[in-house]
């Protein structure tokens, strides 16, 4: 019996151009006599390295550590020396440099001792732990450390598992070859999932246009010893995106500004499962991945490529050709132009397109919004685009926040279907980005606020412990001036010898305070310097004569 399948609203169909890259088989990339791998290749904070320029370090290595609770660690990908470590050029649409360690490769691929790992004994925190320090991050496209999505938190148990191969995105390929291919280590990582979060029912979409892939799922699931559903999905982009699928084979909606865990659903990309099973029963961490180098090259391809593998070396291996226009890292729909093509493969490369004016051609002139809501239409995240457009265009983000910006997913469908040919998506990036910026100011100024109302706070403090100090001290002088004169007429002398007295007892206090105080380091003196000191006493005796003996012209006459 078929499983029931919803529908999410919205969506789009462009040509898939999918055959272009799947009729060769998969073959590794050369290696590069230069690696140069990011310490940002994941969502959260970047990874900490923990090796000096000139360490030789060998294959799957650690060379930077993960740093924080989201975060990851980062390896090399092959053996050589530690040539750099600080700025360099990274995978970005800015150009901008972020720091990297840099490897120059001695050929010689050698690794360090790895092999598997019995995770079934361990705990689950170990386990986790482990698979942080292998570096894992989600190659689905939004590379979130895996160890924190593998964590079912105080829940303990995560119903629902699903693994991603819907791989919607034109041009891309790669789900599909490693679907084809490894079916069968994917189901393995798959079986590890499970175990972490104990779910029951495990789904694998893969859309219809990959009939191959769902075969060769199909085949692997017949022979787990846990149930697994590989189910056949309409082709209907953004149908690949973790809400849609969940939408589709479920029918639930992930609630907006919630998490899929919150609803007992966690999505991994089949790329992720297939990593996992190479850290378990391997002890690989990941190093390399499957890019689809498609486009305007002469032989598309799919290659499986180190970490720091530069663009230039799978564009050439797949055939470099005259009248390139630019390069998109991802699909046409939601890839990032790549302005420089020396920099290098990362744990989110699923995809290197190279463009040229034929394949896509510039974009038109945009013109005014028309108001025709085909944006609105066409949204998956059943938003308004167009309210959004105009809201990001003027710069009020609170009204953009209002008609829930952040649950925009960046598809890109409403820039597709727009008659008007407006780059809504870039609109809505520039808010978001914006809106961010905003909020780091916002958080370091209160910081700096609540600084500053401490320190005040602190200095008031501290001023009236001291005046407490004071007046308690004055009280109790003021007490003992009191009791003075009940002395003084008890005893039949007056006030004023009684205040005389109080001065003279407090200077015999300090006198007898001062004839306490012993001098330093003055045991065991030789003789020479007891005799120095004996003369110098005995100058300052005559000193103290001469100064209480009254001058000549003081005396009387």
Same mark, same amino acid.
């Not at 779910?199 to 979409?205: A, M, Q, R, T």
């Given at each position: 019996m078929s499983r029931e399948l919803f529908k999410f609203k919205g969506g789009i169909h462009p040509p898939g151009h999918k055959a272009e890259s799947t009729g060769r088989p998969i073959h590794p990339a050369p290696l590069p006599k230069k690696l140069v791998i990011p310490l940002r290749q994941h969502i959260g904070n970047p990874a900490r390295p923990i090796v000096d320029v000139g360490e030789r370090v060998l294959k799957g290595q650690l060379i930077a550590a993960a740093d924080g609770a989201i975060s990851t660690a980062v390896h090399a990908s092959s053996s050589g020396i530690v040539s750099a470590i600080g700025p360099a050029r990274v995978p970005h649409i800015s150009g901008l440099p972020d720091e990297c360690i840099t490897i120059e490769t001695d050929g010689r691929d050698e690794w360090i001792a790895h092999g598997p790992l019995d995770y079934q004994a361990m705990t689950r925190a170990d386990l986790l732990a482990h698979l942080r320090d292998m570096g894992l991050a989600g190659l689905g496209g939004a590379v979130f450390p895996s160890a924190v999505k593998l964590d079912p938190g105080a829940a303990q148990t995560c119903p629902t598992l699903i693994i991603n191969g819907g791989e919607c995105e034109p041009w891309i390929t790669c789900d599909d070859m490693l679907m084809r291919t490894?079916?069968?280590?994917?189901?393995?990582?798959?079986?590890? &999932?499970?175990?972490?979060?104990?779910?029951?029912?495990?789904?694998?979409?893969?859309?219809?246009?990959?009939?191959?892939?769902?075969?060769? &799922?199909?085949?692997?699931?017949?022979?787990?010893d846990f149930a697994v559903e590989t189910v056949s999905l309409p082709t209907r982009y953004p149908g690949g995106g973790a809400k849609q699928m969940i939408e589709t084979l479920t029918g639930k909606q992930v609630p907006s500004g919630k998490l899929s865990t919150d609803i007992g659903i966690q999505v991994f990309n089949v790329g992720t499962a297939y990593a996992l099973a190479r850290a378990v029963h391997h002890g690989e961490p990941l190093i390399s991945r499957l890019v689809t180098v498609t486009g305007h090259v002469l032989r598309a391809q799919n290659v499986e490529a180190l970490i720091g593998t530069p663009f230039d070396t799978l564009i050439q291996l797949a055939g470099d050709r005259d009248g390139t226009t630019g390069v998109l890292m991802g699909g046409p729909m939601m890839g990032l132009p790549i302005p420089d093509t020396s920099v290098p493969v990362v744990k989110a490369t699923n995809c290197i397109l190279v463009e040229s004016a034929e394949l896509f051609p510039p974009p038109p002139k945009a013109l005014p919004c028309i108001r025709c809501t085909r944006c609105a239409d066409a949204c998956p995240a059943e938003l308004q685009p167009q309210e959004l457009f105009r809201f990001a265009k003027s710069d009020d983000f609170g009204r953009a926040q209002e008609y829930h910006l952040f649950d925009c997913i960046e598809c890109g469908c409403c820039s597709y279907v727009c008659p008007s040919h407006i780059p809504l998506v870039d609109f809505y990036r520039y808010a978001k980005s914006e809106i961010w910026a905003r909020e780091r100011d916002k958080r370091a100024a209160d910081l700096a606020r609540e600084r500053h109302e401490f320190r005040l706070f602190r200095q008031e403090r501290e001023k009236t412990e001291k005046a407490e100090k004071l007046a308690a001290k004055a009280q109790a002088k003021r007490a003992e001036l009191a009791a003075a004169p009940t002395e003084a007429g008890n005893s039949g002398t007056s006030e004023a010898d009684a205040k005389k007295a109080l001065i003279a007892a407090a200077l015999a206090r300090a006198q007898a305070k001062k004839t306490e105080t012993t001098p330093q380091n003055t045991d065991n003196l030789s003789p020479d310097t007891q005799q120095e000191i004996a003369e110098i006493e005995t100058r300052r005796a005559k000193i103290r004569a001469l100064a209480r003996k009254p001058l000549e012209s003081e005396e009387t006459p």
């Open positions: 490894q079916a069968d280590a994917i189901l393995q990582g798959v079986a590890i &999932m499970r175990h972490l979060l104990g779910s029951s029912e495990i789904l694998i979409g893969i859309e219809d246009n990959k009939p191959e892939a769902i075969a060769a &799922m199909q085949a692997a699931t017949a022979k787990t």
